[in-house]
T-cell receptor, first 113, second 113 residues
């Protein structure tokens, strides 16, 4: 079955330190991958996507993600975390022949002073 | 910025009542998704449409849920009769296969008592 996995329910990091939020995928064909962020009581906001091209994708708010085909991963990264980055992060992939946007279970990021 | 508009933002209803949630997708977007978010289940895909035609509604309880797109500017999700277990936040998202940019609305928070 095609799916997206986020192995960590929560990630804690100190402000100023680099952060990584992990995502692995299982899709047939070329993967189309996405990261979204959700702040409390808000909808999901698009951060970045990988469709084709460079394996390192740059997105909003200083976030980037690295596509690794051999490891079927698409980890979200930021060189220096901010307290305001604290939120729920979702990885997603187009599945079902490219028709269906399937999400992982989400990772709660907590950035502390 | 173009946005997906969902109404109402909040709805409290009694068990057994009909609930209708509405979504106005971004003009020009040909794909519409309906998701439900709960603490226990995370983000669940209920149904999705392309060019107003339903592609998959296998995520919905068929006996009580229905989703339609009467025209390109309106998508509706109905629950009849509603039950307490339907309490959740319901999100609509729209997008286009031209650039795979999927935008979420702010959601409808439904409470069934």
């Amino acid at each position: 079955a095609q799916s997206v996995a986020q192995p960590e329910d929560q990630v804690n990091v100190a402000e100023g330190n680099p952060l990584t939020v992990k995502c692995t995928y299982s899709v047939s064909g070329n993967p189309y991958l996405f990261w979204y962020v959700q702040y409390p009581n808000r909808g999901l906001q698009f951060l970045l996507k990988y469709i084709t091209g460079d394996n390192l994708v740059k997105g909003s708010y200083g976030f980037e993600a690295e596509f690794n085909k051999s490891q079927t991963s698409f980890h979200l990264k930021k060189p220096s975390a901010l307290v305001s980055d604290s939120a729920l992060y979702f990885c997603a992939a187009l599945t079902g022949g490219g028709n269906k946007l399937t999400f992982g279970t989400g990772t709660q990021l907590k950035v502390e002073l | 910025d173009a946005r997906v508009t969902q109404t109402p933002r909040h709805k409290v209803t009694e068990m057994g009542q009909e609930v209708t949630m509405r979504c106005q997708p971004i003009l020009g977007h040909n794909t519409v998704f309906w998701y439900r978010q709960t603490m226990m289940q995370g983000l669940e895909l209920l149904a999705y449409f392309r060019n107003r035609a339903p592609l998959d509604d296998s995520g919905m309880p068929k006996d009580r849920f229905s989703a339609e797109m009467p025209d390109a500017t309106l998508a509706t999700l109905k629950i009849q009769p509603s039950e307490p277990r339907d309490s959740a936040v319901y999100f609509c998202a729209s997008g286009s296969q031209l650039n795979y940019g999927y935008t979420f609305g702010s959601g409808t928070r439904l409470t069934v008592v």
